[in-house]
């Protein structure tokens, strides 16, 4: 039963595009939303996250949207780079961070 | 600052043998975790401690594996006996306090059940 879904097993845009990676979810108690970056032979690294009581949280070339009522969160990546092909999981967790899951991934290839 | 350390960073071993995995946190860090992913799957927590006592090892397979955190400090994660189904990347991550988004993943241990 996987609670975190991405269903891009892989997504490819050109650089200085937009990349747009989606998330959806199917715990209605899940509270706080993580991504979370990975190159090959390396463990994730935090990325940005946003809290259930925001829509929308904003970090530099990095903004994830929530749409609660869809139960969908996506990560716009504007320029992409080339810096930026990894694999990037989504995950979310409850208020106290307690039922913590990973989504399976999306492997992002930015082409120069 | 040193990153977490994890070793080996490969192993193969044959069904039913035994195997352990060592994860040394960042200095400082009082929550460590243990991760399983899966080829083509994200990490799956298996057991969180805080100091030396666990917190959360709802999804650990106690039949066969067991983890300890001596001194809260370095933590071992073993698995006996393996089956085929364990060949994953076992990450090891640490926080300074018990906040996901303050994880700090080491580069994971791959092992292979033949």
């Known amino acids: 039963d996987q609670q975190v879904k991405q269903n891009s097993p892989s997504l490819s845009v050109q650089e200085g595009r937009i990349s747009i990676l989606n998330c959806d979810y199917t715990?209605?108690?899940?509270?706080?939303f993580l991504w979370y970056k990975k190159y090959p032979a390396e463990g994730p690294t935090f990325l940005i996250s946003?809290?259930?009581?925001?829509d929308k949280n904003e970090d530099g070339r990095f903004t994830v949207f929530l749409n609660k009522s869809a139960k969908h969160l996506s990560l716009h990546i504007v320029p992409s780079q080339p810096g930026d092909s990894a694999v990037y999981f989504c995950?979310?967790?409850?208020?106290?961070?307690?039922?913590?899951?990973f989504g399976p991934g999306t492997r992002l290839s930015v082409l120069p | 600052e040193a990153g977490v350390a994890q070793s080996p960073r490969y192993k193969i071993i044959e069904k039913r043998q035994s195997v352990a995995f060592w994860c040394n946190p960042i200095s400082g860090h009082a929550t460590l975790y243990w991760y399983q992913q899966i080829l083509g799957q994200g990490p799956k927590l298996l057991i969180q401690?805080?100091?030396?006592?666990?917190?959360?090892d709802s999804q650990l397979p106690k039949d066969r594996f067991s983890a300890e955190r001596l001194k809260g400090v370095d933590s071992t994660l073993k698995i006996q006996p393996a089956k085929l189904e364990d060949s994953a990347v076992y990450l090891c991550a640490s926080s300074l306090v018990a906040i996901y988004n303050e994880q700090f993943f080491g580069p994971g241990t791959r092992l292979t059940v033949l």
């Open positions: 995950a979310a967790s409850g208020a106290y961070g307690q039922n913590f899951v």
């Open positions: 946003i809290s259930s009581i925001k």
């Open positions: 715990n209605s108690m899940f509270d706080y």
């Open positions: 401690f805080q100091n030396n006592g666990v917190v959360d």
